[in-house]
């Protein structure tokens, strides 16, 4: 049977490409009664085979059904959904791109740089004294918005906008953006094209060049723009919309976006909004090198959990004459080792989830690896590779006498299954293999050693060494899993160098001889962050994503006239969005751009966090009306 079965996919193969969609589906129906009757024929005959001659036969069949598909677009319309793009009934405003140009270069011009562990706003005003500066150049810049909405500050820097809807009966939409800036190494200002806070438009290449330009004022600008320009219209929104600016994100948020989200569960309630859009992963051109080729918009709807851990050893001190076999940063540097050749591995059962959905999507980009394109593929296949998928249960129901198809079919049905399981385990193996380092670690918990500090002087045996070591949770993962990690493999490495283990304030091992004994300690350096829940993709819940999908789609429109396709992220870092879990379920990390080609010859991120910081006034445009259409959609659609 075997031969027969492999001899029809070759002839079939052959015919693939001539064939018609309907002279496909004729030759899969005639198919699927012929291999109907076949396999209940036969169905003890298959059942009774060992487990080479099972496969084999299981294997074939999956691939007789990868023959017949005619059109592998409809698999990955499965495989990555896309909205149809939103009916603008008022089209894509034509903005007037100068202002918006020199609005975020006068937000650019103050400097809001925000450092590590700043103090309370309320015991040191003057470290934050920009930010008042700030405030009263928004109310200059956008007077309708602070006429109009109602401002509460919070914290005495935050900014909570409400713009009171007509329904008092909708949960609100919540926008997010912050104020603060990371601030520049002032060993790099020769490094920058223009200098930092000069918020230089340069004409040529139609950019607002500064720190600040697009994380995230040049969404913080789109935001007020957005509601100035519905505001001159005499428009008014039907769902009360919130807008939330914290003033500290770039150092954890807990003085801006900390307050700020407690303070909206005290006027609004707990899982009161239908919607937050914050910051987050952008929309790329097919010409940005850091995309996959083709126009893709990357909204985030999930964040990793992150955790700063002290790892540090201890030992006796003294003259290094009397050193012994390790000193304390010699032990450490063993421990330092042993975390990252025991780090968090890819592996098949870490395949899945929106990550694997966010790879399909993107998969035909031409940057991306062609063995992972042809590995992804065969994912989708083997999971397709069942009875219900052939047509073939249905069809042997009605062929197969009742009580034989009541014994036959169930066994049958179970063997096509392990079939299944089998493969997709196969191909995801392929996966792993076949996916480049940057793409593999949105699916782990990342391991980065970023500071070491031990010793003071030549001659002197340090007494201690600490590494501090930056994990970025896993979605699929949490803290207490990391924790059993570091005892699981840290274990042996104290008990092999005589050091006493103490791991998250729990004793775990005592030095195995008192003489030459060290201590080996680790203890959070900064309080864990547990990964966010995701956003719901699908079903009831899912409407305010599917809304937000269909409005990217109809504001990104390539010049072949073609939407941008839209593939669900994850967030590597975290944004102010982490203090608003309480909220809602739906949380989306957006930052919007503009699919031009970015004529910097940089590439639209480049700068972010470090020189030459810039942001395409396109991109204000863009995203201005995509506000815009968003905040009139909220207001007629149900979310």
């Not at 100035?228 to 948020?253: C, H, M, P, V, Y």
């Not at 092999?496 to 003489?515: C, D, K, T, W």
Request: proline letters at 5%; one cysteine or more.
């Amino acid at each position: 049977m075997l031969p027969i079965i492999q001899g029809s996919v070759s002839l079939l193969d052959e015919k693939r490409d001539v064939s018609s969609s309907s002279s496909k589906a004729k030759t899969r129906s005639i198919w699927t009664a012929v291999l109907a009757m076949v396999l209940g024929a036969g169905a003890l005959t298959f059942l009774s085979l060992d487990n080479t001659a099972s496969n084999a036969v299981n294997d074939s069949l999956w691939k007789l059904s990868h023959s017949f598909q005619a059109d592998s677009s409809s698999i990955l319309a499965a495989l990555c959904p896309q909205q149809d793009p939103y009916s603008l009934k008022d089209g894509l405003a034509d903005l007037d791109r100068d202002l918006l140009a020199t609005r975020l270069s006068k937000a650019v011009r103050i400097d809001t740089s925000v450092g590590d562990e700043w103090p309370d706003p309320n015991d040191a005003p003057e470290r934050w004294e920009a930010f008042p500066k700030f405030a009263e150049w928004l109310e200059t810049e956008f007077p309708r918005a602070h006429e109009r909405l109602e401002l509460r500050k919070v914290h005495q820097h935050g900014l909570l906008y409400t713009w009171r809807g007509s329904d008092e009966f909708l949960k609100p939409l919540l926008m997010m953006a912050h104020q603060d800036v990371v601030p520049v190494n002032q060993g790099t200002l020769d490094q920058w094209w223009y200098p930092p806070f000069d918020g230089f438009i340069d004409e040529k290449t139609e950019t607002v060049w500064g720190r600040g330009s697009t994380d995230c004022k040049a969404w913080l600008v789109s935001l007020l723009s957005s509601v100035e320009g519905l505001l001159a219209k005499n428009w008014q929104t039907k769902r009360t919309i919130l807008f939330s600016f914290g003033f500290d994100e770039e150092s954890g948020g807990k003085q801006g976006a900390g307050w700020l989200a407690k303070r909206i569960e005290e006027i609004w309630g707990r899982d009161s909004i239908a919607m937050i859009v914050d910051e987050g992963n952008p929309v790329l051109a097919a010409s940005d090198k850091m995309g996959p080729g083709i126009d893709v918009a990357m909204p985030g709807i999930a964040e990793k959990g992150s955790v700063d851990l002290a790892v540090t050893v201890e030992s006796a001190g003294g003259h290094s004459s009397q050193a012994g076999a390790h000193t304390s940063i010699g032990l450490l540097a063993r421990v330092v080792a042993q975390l990252e050749d025991k780090r968090d591995q890819l592996d098949e059962s870490k395949i899945g989830g929106p990550q694997l959905q966010f790879l399909q999507c993107i998969r035909d980009g031409p940057r991306i690896p062609g063995a992972l394109r042809s590995a992804l593929k065969d994912l989708e296949w083997a999971s397709k590779s069942s009875f219900e998928y052939l047509g073939l249960y249905s069809t042997m129901q009605s062929v197969l006498p009742n009580s034989f198809a009541s014994f036959v079919l169930p066994a049958l049905n179970a063997w096509s299954e392990r079939g299944r399981q089998r493969r997709i385990k196969q191909a995801k193996h392929c996966v792993v293999h076949a996916m480049p380092e940057q793409l593999q670690t949105q699916f782990i918990t990342t391991t980065a050693v970023d500071i070491i500090e031990g010793g003071v002087k030549f001659n002197a045996l340090p007494e201690s060494a600490t590494a501090y070591v930056d994990h970025r949770i896993a979605i699929t993962s949490n803290f207490k899993e990391l924790k059993e990690h570091y005892i699981d493999v840290l274990t042996s490495v104290a008990e092999r160098y005589n050091m006493e283990m103490v791991a998250f304030g729990e004793h775990i091992l005592n030095a195995s001889s008192p003489i030459g004994a060290s201590k080996l300690v680790i203890k959070e350096a900064r309080s864990a962050l547990e990964p966010a829940p995701w956003t719901p993709l699908e079903g009831e819940r899912a409407k305010p994503w599917q809304l937000f999908s269909q409005l990217v789609r109809a504001v990104w429109v390539n010049a072949d006239g073609e939407p941008v396709k839209v593939a669900p992220s994850i967030m590597q870092g975290n944004t102010d969005t982490r203090y608003y879990h309480n909220l809602t379920h739906n949380i989306i990390r957006f930052g919007p751009s503009s699919i031009t080609p970015d004529k910097t010859g940089l590439g639209a991120l480049t700068g972010v966090h470090t020189v030459n910081e810039h942001y395409p006034i396109q991109g204000l445009a863009d995203s201005t009306n995509f506000y815009t259409a968003l905040f009139r959609a909220a207001s007629v659609e149900d979310l």
